[in-house]
């Protein structure tokens, strides 16, 4: 997979997930891909202050990421 075909599977996953964060006020932005291993996300709106934002990074954007993804072996927010 390409860095660019890489890009375009990790937007494809935030849009999977993007729903459910709108759903509670929030957001999720990709900031980068690096070594096409890892990304960086900037959970927005409600997300930011969210007591159980680390688990819905976890759970959900990196699971979610990881399926259009494989390669990618973690997923950071930037504050």
Known sequence: ???EELRINVEK???EIRPF???DGGNISLVAIED????KVQLEGACV?????QMTLKSGVEMTIKKYAPQIE???NIE
Do not use: F, I, P
């Not at 096409?36 to 990304?39: G, I, L, N």
């Not at 202050?49 to 934002?53: D, F, I, K, P, Q």
């Open 1 to 3: 997979m390409t860095s």
């Open 13 to 15: 996953a935030l849009d």
């Open 21 to 23: 964060l709108e759903s």
């Open 36 to 39: 096409d291993k890892r990304v």
């Open 49 to 53: 202050g969210c007591s159980v934002n």
């Open 74 to 76: 973690e997923v950071l």
